[in-house]
Structures are given as structure tokens and as C-alpha cells.
T-cell receptor
Framework: QQQVKQSPQSLIVQKGGISIINCAYE??????FPWYQQFPGKGPALLIA?????SEKKEGRFTISFNKSAKQFSLHIMDSQPGDSATYFC???????????FGQGTRLTINP | DGGITQSPKYLFRKEGQNVTLSCEQN?????MYWYRQDPGQGLRLIYY???????QKGDIAEGYSVSREKKESFPLTVTSAQKNPTAFYLC???????????FGPGTRLTVL
């Protein structure tokens, strides 16, 4: 019940295309869902986050879509660029617990 | 300039030696965390601390130890009992009762 399942494991997208990464969870107590971006040899950096009281959050080219009834959320990267090539992790946490549960990560490659 | 620093960036250890990884934050965060990341894998929680002089085991605490004597510091010792310590170690911190964790740049530990 504590797992967050992330797919796909790897993704190749052409420059200018839309990258879509999906996550699913079981624990309905989760109430905060961040996405992290990690470049090789670096620490993960917070990209965007959402709470379940909204269905969508957009920041620039990055959008989180949230489906509370299906217990799924996804990251969409519009107009994908080679600089977006990185590993992306979704995560979930329940209020006050502070222990983030991470997905397994998606290695995204944007071909020029 | 606020953030999380980890040192050293690279660390080499002979089998049977204990090594200590440093993590310092000046974000005034109450909570701090240690994660382990293996190649192509997600993040696994080793230990976390929500307050000074208190810490809890994460999912893979065996062979590791921590201390939290100061709010800004959370060093991790990798002991000789850790069977496979070669990995990328990440430290993170967060404000109390808030899901957003901020990561340091990581330490890559290699056992020779």
C-alpha cells in the first residue's frame, strides 16, 4: 500500500514532442505529490508538485494531471527539449509523516 | 546562499573501514534524510530525523548509523557491516510537516 508505481522505465521522445510519465498509488492517505528531476551525478531537484484538491497544475512547459478517483497522476512535458533529458521521479507523502515514497524513476531522452 | 552541502563529492573506502559522509543545511529545516541510490534505481531511505537528538530507521538502515546533534548537521556513517556500500548517497531536508524535500548534490562512495 505504500508503493508508488511509475511507468515507463525509459522514454525516448523527439524534440518538440510531448513527454508523458505516469504514476499510480494505493494509499488514499497520500496528500502531496511532488515530481523530481535528476541529471546524471546530481541530486534530484523539485520540479513541480500537486495536492489532490486540484486536477491539474501547470508551470511553464510542465503540467501535472491528477485523477483522484483512479489514484493516478502524470507529468506532461510540452515541447520537449534536449535539455529535458534526465531521470524523473514521482513521489507521494501523507500529511505530517514526511517520509516520501518514490517511484522507480523514468529515464527520459529527448532526441534533437 | 541557502542550501544543502554534502562532502566529499567522491569517497573511496577499503573493505572493512568505516566512513562518514557529511551533510549540512542552512535552510533552518527541522527534518533531514539520507537516501541511497544504486545505478538505474530509485531512492531508498536509510535514516531520517525530524528533530535534533532523534532519528528513525528507514527501509535499509542495516550497516549504517547516524547522529543529529545539531539542527543543521546529519552525518551518515557507513560501517564495515554494510555488505555492499558502493552507491550514490543523497542527503535531503524539509521543513516540519511539509512534504517538499530538498536534496544535496550527493556523495559517490566506492569500495575498493
Amino acid at each position: 500500500q505504500q508503493q508508488v508505481k511509475q511507468s515507463p522505465q525509459s522514454l525516448i521522445v523527439q524534440k518538440g514532442g510531448i513527454s508523458i510519465i505516469n504514476c499510480a498509488y494505493e494509499n488514499t492517505a497520500f496528500d502531496y505529490f511532488p515530481w523530481y528531476q535528476q541529471f546524471p551525478g546530481k541530486g534530484p531537484a523539485l520540479l513541480i508538485a500537486i495536492r489532490p484538491d486540484v486536477s491539474e497544475k501547470k508551470e511553464g512547459r510542465f503540467t501535472i494531471s491528477f485523477n483522484k478517483s483512479a489514484k493516478q497522476f502524470s507529468l506532461h512535458i510540452m515541447d520537449s527539449q534536449p535539455g529535458d533529458s534526465a531521470t524523473y521521479f514521482c513521489a507521494a507523502v501523507k500529511g505530517g509523516a514526511q517520509k516520501l515514497v518514490f517511484g522507480q524513476g523514468t529515464r527520459l531522452t529527448i532526441n534533437p | 546562499d541557502g542550501g544543502i552541502t554534502q562532502s566529499p563529492k567522491y569517497l573511496f573506502r577499503k573493505e572493512g573501514q568505516n566512513v562518514t559522509l557529511s551533510c549540512e543545511q542552512n535552510l533552518n529545516h527541522d527534518a533531514m534524510y539520507w537516501y541511497r541510490q544504486d545505478p538505474g534505481q530509485g531512492l531508498r531511505l536509510i535514516y531520517y530525523s525530524q528533530i535534533v537528538n532523534d532519528f528513525q530507521k528507514g527501509d535499509i538502515a542495516e550497516g549504517y548509523s547516524v547522529s543529529r546533534e545539531k539542527k543543521e548537521s546529519f552525518p551518515l556513517t557507513v560501517t564495515s557491516a554494510q555488505k555492499n556500500p558502493t552507491a550514490f548517497y543523497l542527503c535531503a531536508s524539509s521543513a516540519a510537516h511539509h512534504g517538499t524535500q530538498y536534496f544535496g548534490p550527493g556523495t559517490r562512495l566506492t569500495v575498493l
